[in-house]
């Protein structure tokens, strides 16, 4: 009986651990949701939304980005695998 119960807390550990290595996966893939010009920015409660000068928006839902940038600056917004942003000054 107590081979059944080795067994299941070694399987149940690997699926921990497969878990925690797909998290930190993610957390460290970032990919480029948005590019353009800065014209301003837009806060809500708890979400920010970009808008660019051609007129296009970009909503970070769930995130509130102070924007550091000047009006005309070209940005890139990067997000990643857990659904955080970033912007970068390009």
Known sequence: MSVVWVIIGVVV????????RAIVNDSEKWEKAD?????HA????????IHFDDGRTR??????????HP???RIRIMRNGLGE??????
């Open 35 to 39: 590019e353009g010009i800065f014209d």
């Open 42 to 49: 837009a806060y809500g409660r708890t979400f920010t939304v």
């Open 59 to 68: 909503l970070l839902g769930n995130w509130r980005i102070s924007m550091i």
């Open 13 to 20: 550990l690997a699926l921990i651990v497969l878990f925690i």
């Open 71 to 73: 009006k005309g600056t």
């Open 85 to 90: 942003y970033r912007i970068e000054k390009i």
